[in-house]
């Protein structure tokens, strides 16, 4: 990569290392980076290339690891607090009455507010695979999990052997891989089916898991409000319904859930030993926690997570259930509970490029192409903590997704 200009910051956050006050990143001619570190090291070695001196710190493009961006017609319409069943109950009858118009429109202001927050990578969660065209179209990276659910084995199967017969990936930037739902909306023949036709191809892929107490309570014991919902509501008898009764943990190892090629979304009702077990397993875990807090008004032990060497990733889940679509949003929900700014930095950086297997993006190294992100103003003592709260930010021309 041709070098072609430096850009001179106040402050670099290359999210590999710790933060380089008066640093300078040199860019290629394609946006990707080619240097990085202190100006006084890094000037001299690249004499005669224009500079552009940024007063403010400067950040590698942000990384939403768990996105639902075809429900963000939702905005606003889906009350949280009275549990994960109630929520999702009336998000089934609004999605029995949308629209094709509300759903690209509600896209349009989706992709709009991602840019708008300066974020560079995706893990799109979607039914339809609504969004995909409009990622690819953007130039936004990452991963889109085409999610599968189904209680009955025979009707789940056929779905899932017809919708692996046609998959295709589109594109290199943007890949696309098949993903379970959930442990207990998902039959076990369904997920390993899932899990076996990702890993042939080595596509990383991504489940909800114990994201609230009534997933618990259906897995081990059949019991809790989620049987009587799916009676009631989806009319399968309760005769008819797959549950395990064994503990959650035992019950997604014994269908190849836990590893590094597997995303743990929401880990919010995972206990000590269970996160423990994840660490093991090697397996990556990306927290919500807008979305768990307006759900069921909990958040995840982020604090633990990092106590035990898990790396956690961020998304923002839906605008059914969080506020925005920017994941710097829940960085501060994060930092506001004690997690040190540079940790929930790094969690809706890098930790999310790496879960989502994007090792362009999330840092400022040479080799990476991860857009960059200046928040103006001056560094103060922690760099970290001044990006978390600044009031703005905007990309560098010229590194955006595109």
């Given at each position: 990569m041709r070098p072609s200009r430096i850009v001179h910051a106040s402050a670099v956050l290359p999210q590999e290392g710790p933060?380089?006050?008066?640093?300078?990143?040199?860019?290629?001619?394609?946006?990707?980076?080619?240097?990085v570190?202190?100006?006084?090291?890094?000037?001299?070695?690249?004499?005669?290339?224009?500079?552009?001196?940024?007063?403010?710190?400067?950040?590698?493009?942000?990384?939403?690891?768990?996105?639902?961006?075809?429900?963000?017609?939702?905005?606003?319409?889906?009350?949280?607090?009275?549990?994960?069943?109630?929520?999702?109950?009336?998000?089934?009858?609004?999605?029995?009455?949308?629209?094709?118009?509300?759903?690209?429109?509600?896209?349009?202001?989706?992709?709009?507010?991602?840019?708008?927050?300066?974020?560079?990578?995706?893990?799109?969660?979607?039914?339809a695979l609504a969004a995909e065209a409009a990622?690819?179209?953007?130039?936004?990276?990452?991963?889109?999990?085409?999610?599968?659910?189904?209680?009955?084995?025979?009707?789940?199967?056929?779905?899932?052997?017809?919708?692996?017969?046609?998959?295709?990936?589109?594109?290199?930037?943007l890949a696309r891989a098949p993903a379970p739902h959930t442990l207990y909306t998902t039959h076990p023949s369904g997920v390993r089916a899932l899990l076996s036709?990702?890993?042939?191809?080595?596509?990383?892929?991504?489940?909800?898991?114990?994201?609230?107490?009534?997933?618990r309570l259906?897995?081990?014991?059949?019991?809790?409000?989620?049987?009587?919902?799916?009676?009631?509501?989806?009319?399968?008898?309760?005769?008819?319904?797959?549950?395990p009764r064994e503990p959650l943990f035992d019950y997604a190892a014994r269908l190849g859930v836990l590893g590094p090629d597997v995303l743990l979304v929401h880990m919010t009702d995972a206990r000590p030993d269970e996160l423990a077990r994840a660490r093991d397993a090697g397996s990556k875990v990306v927290l919500c926690p807008r979305s768990n807090v307006h759900i069921e008004g909990r958040l995840p032990d982020a604090a633990a997570m990092l106590a035990l060497g898990l790396e956690p990733a961020l998304g923002t889940d839906s605008l059914a259930s969080a506020g925005s679509l920017d994941v710097l949003d829940d960085a501060r929900l994060l930092a506001s509970t004690g997690i040190g700014a540079a940790d929930a930095l790094r969690m809706a950086t890098w930790n999310g490029a790496r879960a989502l297997g994007r090792l362009h993006l999330g840092r400022i190294a040479a080799g990476a192409?991860?857009?960059?992100?200046?928040?103006?103003?001056?560094?103060?003592?922690?760099?970290?903590?001044?990006?978390?709260s600044a009031p703005e930010r905007r990309w560098i021309p010229g590194t955006e997704p595109s």
């Open positions: 933060a380089i006050l008066d640093g300078a990143v040199v860019l290629g001619d394609a946006g990707g980076v080619v240097d570190g202190r100006a006084g090291a890094v000037l001299p070695r690249h004499a005669g290339l224009p500079v552009e001196v940024v007063h403010g710190v400067l950040a590698p493009g942000l990384v939403n690891a768990h996105t639902h961006l075809e429900l963000s017609w939702m905005h606003g319409l889906v009350p949280g607090g009275g549990g994960f069943v109630g929520w999702v109950d009336r998000l089934v009858t609004l999605r029995s009455e949308e629209s094709e118009s509300a759903v690209e429109a509600g896209l349009g202001v989706a992709l709009d507010a991602l840019d708008a927050s300066c974020t560079a990578g995706v893990g799109e969660v979607s039914n990622l690819v179209a953007r130039g936004l990276a990452g991963s889109v999990f085409h999610e599968v659910f189904g209680l009955l084995e025979g009707p789940l199967l056929e779905r899932v052997t017809s919708m692996l017969a046609s998959f295709r990936a589109p594109g290199d930037r036709f990702a890993r042939e191809r080595g596509l990383v892929t991504s489940i909800h898991m114990a994201e609230h107490p009534a997933e259906a897995i081990e014991r059949a019991e809790g409000p989620v049987p009587g919902w799916f009676e009631e509501r989806v009319r399968i008898p309760r005769a008819e319904q797959f549950f192409r991860p857009g960059l992100v200046v928040a103006p103003g001056a560094p103060g003592a922690d760099p970290a903590a001044s990006f978390l």
